[in-house]
């Protein structure tokens, strides 16, 4: 146990830390100071250092050289004064709170405990010659993280390093001061985590760095996948352990990689804003985050609305009276697949052959080469020609086509006309133009109708290098109508196919169609493989498809993979099968983790959500007590005044953020409308970029990662969740608290609350 004497000497060493910050900090303002000058008068003299002399070419190349060796001097100025910004911003960082963690490890051998003291991130003496702060993410801090007194090893680049940790301290400063100081025993639990957890929900999410746990540890240090794979319950951090670790391997490969080569799929906007704070607080650059559905519309690039996943989510949900609901869900269980894949090669293959429809090359409504010349012209090249590259064949033979088109085009008389309609500066800068590229030419009428059909023409190129004269929806809608793939097709194929070619016909792609389009597309046109990406992470992994999974795959071939996800939170019950959290024996050459313990919920709430969960996975609660979840009955007539009540309720017991978690967006906007009159609430639906504080009413999949104080979820009956199907999306919504759960029922309780053991909730 930490004495007062202790508490004294460590705020004195802290007050230390800050005078050592606050001198570092003026030094490097006082150079920042110099330098910003520096800047300032180079940029003003840039000119009068600068010999300039134009008369000979050898006084050309010396003046070249002279403004070169200057702006190099600008620039260095300006990055070192860039450098010494990011210093100071991390020295204001570190004064605020210098640091989390103190360890006392003697190194096998030696005699004395070295004293470690960790934060995040890493600050030297004013000498630079000792550590006052380990940045987190050195070696020797993981001990921190793994390791409670007693042995303990850590590894670097060259060795396993073993010793005894003497002490293991845990403070929280706050404006540098100790507000709290811990000592952990090999017994005593995480106090620091405990107060973390404790806490109200925020609208953004925090950084865990103080607290990781052994798990996560390994999960953020993991430098040997290719693959890693983790399988995390509800609450148990993954989200957290996926930022970690990208602040992680931008320390570990500062010098190779940058924000721009590592990208994070999230499930929605919400979520990327939710999360974004992260990583700027551990002094990060934040990376690329997108979500599937924006990569997937980046990629086609073509006037077609896709639907979202949360659009055919909702019709899985409320669509059952449409006679074709039940063929809609076998087309989604059959495109999900990785035999659709083949499928789709297979129909590639024929295409070689014959098929692949093109588009008229026109100019002013008429057709200058037609679809029929193009298709002659690709099917006569060599077959053994790949698609993409015999497409890279036509657009250089189309663009040569097009130069001799331009060539007639020329003379004729709306050219003319053209010409008259430009105004004097275009005139005369078409006229010097050309003059330079081709003194030949002396004509001026002749120049300016050349630079007239060029213009005109310049969009057609373009258009041209874009491969825009392929039709590949028509090419892909044929495969639909004309063509039948062979092996097992599901029984409704005929229905299927019409279906899909009919939205395919108003250029809509269904969200299962989404991404075997853009599969084909790149096996049509070649792919844009981003081989910039070095490391993928991808939350909610659940939810993706084993067709989404090997596009990816195909995408990014290079790329190590980090997958995150919770296959009890699988609410696209289509995708599950083959998904790679699924421990299966196909996904080669990977590393599994599996988290079982969940932080977020209090015991009483996770002791209730796990006898309903879907899976056989352990869940085990961290204990932070709480009240038990409550189950209220209320009539059909007093339902809105019980749901007011009971925010008001969770309110009053200091929650501040509580959100209706609905089934779907329709009854969510119900609910909403019912509410609104009585108390201050948001709605959110996909278009909803960030929340603050307060009562929201929101459907499951978009409350997907986050959480809250308090989750209400408003029919908890068994008319909204029975079916099997349903589980998983009452588990999400109900593991979304953090401190309160009241289920609000009217009638019969679903199913899933009568799994619960009867001692685990109230009823009211
Ligand atoms: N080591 C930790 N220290 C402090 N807080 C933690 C730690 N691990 C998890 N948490 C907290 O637990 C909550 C859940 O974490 P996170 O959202 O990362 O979990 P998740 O596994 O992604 O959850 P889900 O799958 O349910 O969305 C967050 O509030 C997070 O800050």
Known sequence: MATNRDREDEQKRVNYV?????????????????????????????????????????????????????????????????????????????????????IDFIESGEQDAEQLYIGISSLMDRDEENFL??????????????????????????????????????????????????????????????????????????????????????????????????????????????????????????????????????????????????????????????????????????????????EQMEYVLTGKADANYSARMESMDYKSSVDFMQVLDNYIVELEDEGIRFKNITFQDRILISKEAISKYFYSLDPAISIPNKMEHVSKWLLKELRIHQEEEKEKDWVMEQVELLDKEDYLQAYYQDQDQDEDITMEEDILRKEIVKRFFARIKKQVKQYKFVNVLAT???????????????????????????????????????????????????????????????????????????????????????????????????????????????????????????????????????????GEELIEPFEREGSLPKVVQADHSEITSMLVHQVEKTQEKGNETIAIICKTLKETEEIYNAIKENISVTMIDEETYSFQKGILVLPTYLAKGIEFDGVIIPNASDQFYRAESDRTLFYTACTRAMHELILIVEGEPSPFIGEVDENKYEVQ
């Open 18 to 102: 800050i005078e050592e910050i606050n001198q570092k900090a003026e030094d490097l303002y006082s150079k920042s100071k110099g330098l910003k000058e520096d800047v300032i008068h180079l940029r003003k003299t840039f000119w009068e250092d600068v010999t300039v002399n134009l008369d000979e070419p050898d006084d050309v190349i010396e003046t070249q050289a002279s403004i070169k060796q200057q702006a190099e001097l600008l620039t260095e100025r300006e990055q070192s004064h860039g450098k010494i910004d990011e210093q100071l911003k991390t020295l204001k960082r570190l004064k605020d709170s210098p640091y989390f963690g103190r």
């Open 133 to 310: 702060v380990y940045d987190w993410r050195a070696p020797i801090s993981s001990l921190y993280y793994d390791y409670s007194p007693g042995k303990a090893a850590y590894e670097t680049a060259e060795e396993t390093v073993t010793g005894e940790i003497s002490l293991k301290r845990q403070f929280i400063i706050r404006q540098g001061l100790i507000k709290g100081m811990f000592d952990t025993g090999i017994t005593i639990g995480d106090e620091l985590l405990q107060q973390a957890l404790g806490n109200n929900a925020s609208s953004t999410m925090k950084s865990i760095v103080a607290t990781i746990q052994k798990e996560q540890n390994k999960i953020i240090r993991n430098e040997r996948s290719n693959l890693l794979i983790v399988q995390g319950v509800a609450g148990s951090g993954k989200t957290s352990a996926a930022l970690q670790r990208i602040a992680y391997l931008m320390y570990r490969y500062r010098e190779e990689l940058n924000p721009e080569n590592v990208v994070m799929f999230s499930p929605n906007p919400l979520f990327s804003s939710y999360i974004s704070n992260v990583l700027p607080e551990l002094g990060e650059a934040n990376v690329r985050q997108t979500t599937f559905l924006n990569y997937l519309r980046d990629a086609i690039s073509e006037k077609i609305t896709i639907e979202s996943p949360f």
């Open 476 to 614: 892909f809608y044929k495969m639909y109508t004309d063509w039948h793939p062979v092996g097992s097709v599901p029984a409704n194929w005929k229905l299927i196919s019409n279906l899909t070619a009919e939205s395919l016909s108003k250029r809509y792609l269904t969200w299962e169609d989404a991404t075997p389009y853009v599969y084909f597309r790149g096996r049509i046109l070649g792919d844009n493989s981003d081989r910039s990406v070095r490391h993928l992470f991808i939350d909610e992994a659940q939810d993706y498809s084993a067709f989404q999974y090997a596009f990816l795959k195909h995408i990014f071939p290079y790329t190590r993979m980090t997958l995150l996800g919770d296959i009890n939170q699988a609410i696209y019950t289509q995708v599950t099968k083959e998904n790679p959290l699924v421990p299966q024996k196909e996904v080669r050459n990977y590393e599994r983790i599996t988290l079982t313990k969940s932080y977020r919920s209090t015991k009483q709430i996770v002791e209730f959500t796990s006898d309903f969960a879907p």
